[in-house]
């Protein structure tokens, strides 16, 4: 590498001949991502960026940090081991410290703070490989430690059609105001999803928008996509949030989008009563939300987002929640056929003005019951846009895009009718 291409990424980039780059044995538990592992990554935090763009390049979609432990990657959903040897405590810190560009990182974690946040590492003057961070701590035979987890981030936004997003969807991701909702568990491709849907807005030149984009970190810059295209006017504003970024929590970065006067506001999580409660506000006053939540049904979703609230004021929020939604999804990633990938399972319901009158019509303890009633109806009534997850896992199957044996436990147990 001479000193010009250096200087210019600012850092040392990735020598690429220091990386196995053979694809990895499906069959075989270990995966090799160095060609030479260094006796010790606190002595050489440069092979600890290899072994992270490796990774990324092997396909890993998570690499997985603990003390006493050896270095595993997540390859399409399987855990794999990535080292030779287990890592020493002191690797693990310089590590963190390495991530977090500060040496600060490790007492947040030991005082109870997990850390969420994004690093890139220069593979070349043209390309970059981001992750997502989250470090947090833990105990490891009695001793306090860290844990990383680092989700690797593709650098192309993706599309609708990436993401297999129904037809039946696609009309409902506009409408002028409203709240949609994308739940599901960790690393089941919400944020990828939303992502579909904020490039949708981005390259819509019918109607051009400005985006607000809150995120815990962000995940997906829009570069590729965010440009000055004289017949494309839309143009997104993103803000990281959390400790030491550029918001402090969702709720404040939700209730300054509204004051920016943009037509979309992304909320990465709505994790709390605070944020849930910025989001149904920023809908009240006329925007458009995205956000996501974590939930193992559709209708747990919903009672979940209603019981962020206190009891007495539940009834009064729940109409505010229910009279927003357009839309919500519940997904989950599962292998394909080919074993080359993940493809998103996908339960939903399109609420119109008759679903609405449906969830008020009952506390949200009884939601459980609306929305087995919704998806029976469903079957008969056009009018009703609705599918549960078992139907999704029997479409994908006949379409032969994953096996019936990856998706014979959703067709047993998981459906929309059942309480979680």
Known sequence: MDAFAEAL?????????????????????????????????????SAFDHFLVGAAMKGASDINISADLRMRVQLHGDQRLATKRRLLITEVQAMLAHLWSANDAMSLVSAGRPLDFSYEKKIDRKRSQRFRVNATGEQRFGTNGVQITLRALPDTTPTLDDVGLEEELRDRLEP??????????????????????????????????KIIDLQAPIEYTFRDINTDAADVASFISQSEIGVGRNIPTFAEGVRAAMRRAPAVINVGESRDRESMEACIEACLTGHLVNTTTHAGSTSEALRRMAFLFPHEEQAARSFDLVTSLNLIIWQRLVKTADREGRVALREYIVFDQNVRDRFLSVPPLEWVNVVKQIFSDSCSNPNLIARTMSQSAEHLVQRKIVRVEDVAGILRSVSGFKEN
Do not use: Q, W, Y
Not at 184 to 203: D, V, W
């Open 9 to 45: 990424c600012g850092d040392e980039m990735i020598d690429l001949d220091r990386i196995d780059l053979t694809p990895p044995d499906p069959n075989e538990p270990e995966v090799t991502i160095l060609k030479d592992e260094p006796n010790r990554f606190d002595s050489d935090l």
């Open 176 to 209: 002028a105001s409203g709240i949609i909702v994308v739940a599901g568990a960790t690393g089941h491709g919400k944020s990828t999803t939303m992502a579909a849907m904020t490039r949708c807005h981005l390259e819509n030149r019918d109607r051009s928008r």
